[in-house]
Every structure is written in C-alpha cells, then in structure tokens.
C-alpha cells in the first residue's frame, strides 16, 4: 500500500470502525498486557528501590553500632592499664569507612562531617585515659581535654561535666560520665541514617 492510499485509507476511518477496532479482544488483550507490564515494572522498580534503601540503611546501622563499640572497647583497655593496638587500629579504618559511606548514601555531607567529628573527638578519650592512669598531666593533656569539652559542651549543652576535676584532680568519675555521654551519642547517627533518604546508585 502506497503513501497515497494509506492516507485515502485513514480518511475513509469512521469513529465507528476506530470504535469496532478498538473493541477487538485481541486489542483489548494486547492494551491490557502492554498496561500490565508497565504497572508491574514500575512496582517491581519501586520495591527493589525501597529494598535497596533498607539494606544500604541496615548495613551502615550495624557498622556504626559495632564501631562504637570498638572504640569503646579500645578505651576500656586503655583504663585497664593495657594498649590493644589492633582495636585501636581497626576502630580507625572502620570510622573512616563509615565516613565514606555515609558522604556517598547522603551527600550533602551534614553527616558524614557529624560522624568525622564524633570519631575523632570520642578517639580524644584514648589518649586522656593513658595520662589518667599516670596521673601526669601536661600541656598536650590538657589541651586534648580542652578539645572534647569543647565538642561535649556544644553537643550536649544540657550535660553536666566537671571538667577541672578531670584536669586537675585526674577524677576517674568524672570521665565515666564523659565516657557514658560519647558513647551513647552513636545512637543519634544511628536515627539520622534510619530517617534520612538515602541516594542509591
């Protein structure tokens, strides 16, 4: 059929003969399957989208709460009077890790600058504990104490801390609640990510 005819063809087309067409089963089956396959992708990419959203969510919940743990876990040892390098060590790599992870799922950066801070001013807390058991303060001491009150008081303004007990009298009390007020932060991040939307590639 010639471009001529199929115009004089479509010309001849009545509202009734488009309606019979379009009435035909096979028409109707045709128009169904193409509407149920482009229903059925959109779901399919709609769930494996909110799927992809709970794992990438689970799977740096779990990273975050064991790596909190294994900061503390590494203090624990250091007010034990003992060094335990490879918790240290591993605790390091891990936060950086997170970090990374979480700079790509949410990248506007708020949390994985949130995170980079909370790490390396809860690690701060290595280094006071060895000189609390030495009971020999210093300059680098007190400055590093400095730091994390600076952190904890902008951070948690509602806690109370005795920071010249600390510095001065090397009180072990008052670095527990200092301790006990790091640690329990990891839980916020812990919300942040579980709330947040993450970016899936």
Do not use: C
């Not at 009545?14 to 009435?23: G, K, P, R, Y």
């Not at 400055?143 to 009150?149: A, F, H, L, P, S």
């Amino acid at each position: 059929m010639m471009i001529g005819d199929v115009s004089l063809f479509l010309e001849n087309i009545t509202i009734e003969d488009l309606s019979s067409f379009l009435e035909h089963p096979f028409v109707l089956l045709i128009a169904g399957a193409l509407i149920s396959s482009i229903a059925v992708t959109a779901l399919t990419q709609k769930w494996q989208d909110r799927k992809s959203q709970f794992d990438v969510k689970v799977s740096l919940v779990n990273e975050i709460s064991e790596t909190s743990t294994l900061i503390i876990a590494a203090l624990m040892s250091k007010i034990d009077g003992t060094v335990d390098r490879e918790k240290e060590e591993k605790a390091i790599i891990e936060s950086k890790k997170i970090e990374a992870n979480l700079y790509s799922y949410f990248p506007d950066g708020v949390l994985s600058d949130e995170w980079r801070e909370y790490t390396v001013d809860f690690m701060k807390l290595w280094y006071i504990a060895t000189y609390l058991n030495t009971k020999q303060a210093n300059k680098d001491f007190k400055d590093t104490i400095e730091q994390v009150k600076k952190y904890v008081t902008k951070t948690f303004p509602d806690k109370n801390v005795e920071w010249g007990k600390i510095i001065n009298d090397f009180d072990q009390d008052q670095f527990l609640t200092v301790r006990t007020i790091m640690f329990n932060h990891y839980q916020h991040f812990v919300k942040k990510v579980t709330k947040s939307k993450a970016v899936i590639f």
